[in-house]
């Protein structure tokens, strides 16, 4: 888990990326119980109700489910879920600003193209 | 949820200067606000109504949904630590603290030790002797072991160290998390208390200016800089917050429309773009407040 949280930004919404990022890199396996709204609150600093409303929006989503008066569990599926909310978020955020970025230097689409080859070689 | 306080077109005025006007508004149950606002905003002289400290001139308010003034049932669920709290000065620490064990109800002693430790209090010294910090812990302490129902803190920390206030936050937090309770915090220090907030009240010029859910607010304004050209071009059709000009740049912050794609529009222009933090956009649109009324005087 990251630390620093961007003041300018829903912090419920950066709580609910936390958790996407964990399921995402293995770290919460499916079926594997997510840490309370208080351990997120003390973990962050961030007020429980805040915490609370990030792991709702999961909740809602089917990424997450809740055990009544156990907890909360990542629900079967949600890896491939939560990666292809964020391939869209992807599309928008790395690839759009890249070729912007790449028409602003004066970089054609077969150039870039021959960049994204040579980075894959790394 | 349940609403401890309810404020409707609540005055205070002191001859012809009105301190609080025209203010509405509802406290919810368990919530923590924070009250924020310029020096001389009107924030005190509130929190005093909501005590009791003082009398409204016109308006309603309802505490627990009782008039305050006198009210036993009422006063007994609050605690207010004010700025620059004052206490007899023959009393040493452990003599203020008997004392607010007997005067709250919900008084966690235990609870109160362990932050004594913490704040390495010296319990036996007079509080005539303590530092300007100290005496201030001493407010916090009292404010958080009480686990009054409504605590309400008035700028606490006057004189207190970082590490003290980060204390303070971190024992806030968790105590709040076993024991919720409904909580405003008024202060001028806005970045660092901002992730502890759930609603945000801001009082400008004695007028509620913003009443709003603090993560809403967080998402309300970005800034874009770059040519200033194309930062007035983008600019077009939008409410604008803040700008400074930089040589040939300018840099703006916007308030966020419908429109979510907005911020990569002006990524797309060759602007950057970059978060405002809640202290940075609360500046900005108290100043904003203030300079249009400076200029239709």
Known sequence: MKQLIDDGRPIFVQI???IE?????????????????NQFAAFYKINPATAAKGVNL?????ILYKKRGIGMFVASGARVKAMEKRKELFFEQYVVTMIQEAEKLGITTDQLTEMIRRGEKR | MKNVIEISQLEKA????????????????NKIYGLLGRNGAGKTTLMNM?????????GVLKVYGEDPYENAKVLNQICFIKEGQKYPDHFRVIDVLEVSNELFPNWDDAFSRSLIKDFNLPLKRKIKKLSRGMLSTVGIIIGLASRAPLTIFDEPYLGLDAVARGLFYDRLMEDYAEHPRTIILSTHLIDEVSKLLEH???INDGQLFIDQDADSLRGMAYTVTGNAQKVEAFLAGKETVHREPFGGLLSATVLQSNNHLERQQAAANGLDVTSVSLQQLIVHLTTKKSDQKGESV
């Open chain 1, 16 to 18: 609910a990326e936390r």
């Open chain 2, 50 to 58: 909501i005590t009791a400290q003082i009398f409204p001139t016109s």
């Open chain 2, 200 to 202: 945000i009240l801001v």
């Open chain 1, 58 to 62: 999961l909740v809602d989503e089917g």
């Open chain 1, 21 to 37: 990022d964990d399921i995402i890199e293995g770290v919460l396996l499916e079926e594997a119980q997510v840490p309370s709204t």
């Open chain 2, 14 to 29: 002191y001859g012809t200067f009105k301190a609080v006007q025209n203010v509405s508004l509802s406290i919810e149950e």
